[in-house]
């Protein structure tokens, strides 16, 4: 019986086990994250892209506000009114003084108004909401692109991470390696203590960095889950890797292509000429308004009556007015003035963003170029400190080298696979800087 109990218990154990391998692959699933799908969970959850989205919805809606303008006011109205006098009246046909009975009066009427001059200044309205309709609509799409651009940056900050953390796990594995070997020639003789302390150095060395990259991936996992509005302590495993990204575009090609699709500098041109147009809107205010209006209504002395139209009881009435402010506390001249200087503001202001995305244009592109050169020198020197990893080790095995120059070797090596996964890190991440210069996902 306790056999069999025995049996019965490590059965319900495999089972539980085996009943809980779904539930923990689902959870590793579930922290895979592609590049496309955190940005496409960013641009869903950032506070930023919702506030930007809904002034462009905004700026649509005051776009609707400036064509009402254009267009007729028309309102209705009925009105009921009762009128008695205090004291009495003399009634001369009867020679009697009688008390008032009140007057009830009911009066319902439409009416029309419009304006049809001011100056410009309803379509100089129109054509300023329209800009800053396109300016929302440009700042909007700049928002994405910058959050774009601060999720692949973290993206890619945690790929590295997770790069550097193999090389790191690789290194480590070397030490210890290494330090097998120099204990084995220790206890033979063949190698002093000094060797034995400086190889168990290496390996705290080396444990050391290893806890150093396992935090760093967890300050990158943290850094993405923020952008994402994910909670922070949830781990991030990314599905994509850094690649040596092609790019065939010349200098010229980039400049051009940026400074027609870059959403920062089509806000500015949309801004400028908003600011234009609110100047020439201001010059309105100098001009008279002219305005028309119509009536047509009826008046019942019956409550019966009062909805029902009658001829008899009808009027109607049109008029057209010119107004001018001869005087308002020096207001035209203020406006104007302050137009003309927010005016000179965005003209400055304007070719200021251009010029500064032509340097940022230049800088990606240099930051591409050398990022290039260095990925490939990384190569380069990654080969050549394997090569010398090898021989040192050879050496050393054989009696012909110090541990010293056998450290240098293994701490080369590591450092040049270094070298080839952060130049790569820049290169991703220097595209990704053209890509959004250029107006780009």
């Known amino acids: 019986m306790e056999r069999i109990g025995r049996i019965g218990s490590i059965l319900l154990f495999v089972g539980l086990f085996v009943w809980g391998l779904p539930t923990t692959n689902a959870a590793a699933v579930q922290n895979e994250f592609s590049l496309k799908q955190c940005i496409d969970l960013a641009l869903q959850k950032n506070v930023g892209v919702i506030s930007a ?32 006098s205090f004291g009495k009246y003399y009634v001369p046909e009867y020679g009697i003084y009688v008390e008032d009975p009140g007057t009830k009066s009911y009066s319902t009427g439409l009416s029309l108004s419009m304006t049809l001059f001011d100056g410009g200044s309803t379509w100089f309205t129109i054509k300023q909401s329209s800009l800053e ?61 000094s060797e034995k302390l400086k190889a168990q150095v290496n390996v705290a060395r080396d444990s050391v960095s290893l806890l150093q990259r396992d935090n760093d ?11 994402l509005n ?17 790019f065939t575009l010349s200098l010229e090609q980039c400049v051009e292509t940026a400074l027609a699709d870059n959403p920062s500098l089509k806000k500015s041109d949309a801004d400028y000429d908003a600011a ?42 049109f008029g057209i007015n010119l107004s001018y402010s001869i005087f308002d506390g020096f207001r035209k001249k203020t406006n104007y003035s302050r137009a003309r200087l927010a005016e000179a503001t965005q003209r400055e202001s304007h070719d200021a963003d251009r010029n500064n995305l032509v340097y940022q244009v230049k800088q990606a592109y240099l930051d591409i170029e050398t990022a290039r050169l260095q990925y490939q020198a990384a190569q380069l020197a990654e080969q050549s400190a394997q090569e010398d990893m090898k021989l040192q080790s050879e050496r050393y095995r054989l009696g012909a080298s110090s541990i010293l120059e056998l450290l240098d070797a293994q701490y080369s090596l590591t450092n040049a696979q270094y070298s080839r996964i952060q130049s790569l890190y820049q290169l991703n991440l220097a595209v990704a800087s053209m890509a959004k210069a250029m107006g780009r996902m």
């Open 53 to 84: 989205d809904n002034r462009y919805k905004q700026s649509k809606y005051n776009l609707l506000d400036a064509w009402a303008n254009v267009l007729p006011t028309v309102s209705t109205s009925a009105r009921y009114s009762y009128g008695r």
């Open 133 to 193: 309709r396109t300016s929302s609509r440009n700042e909007l799409r700049q928002t994405i692109m910058s959050t774009a651009y601060s999720v692949k940056q973290a993206y890619y900050g945690l790929v590295q991470a997770v790069l550097l953390k193999k090389v790191q796990e690789d290194a480590l594995a070397r030490s210890k390696k290494q330090l097998e070997v120099t204990t084995s020639k220790y206890d033979l003789g063949s190698a002093s203590l």
């Open 217 to 227: 991936i967890k300050n990158a996992e943290f850094n993405l889950n923020l952008l």
């Open 230 to 246: 994910r909670d922070v302590t949830m781990p991030m495993v990314p599905v994509d890797t850094l690649g040596q990204v092609a």
């Open 276 to 317: 234009r147009v609110a100047v020439w809107n201001a010059k309105s205010s100098w001009v008279p308004r002219v305005g028309a209006s119509l009536g047509w209504g009826w008046n019942s002395r019956t409550a019966g009556d009062w909805f029902k139209y009658r001829y008899e009881n009808g009027s109607y009435s």
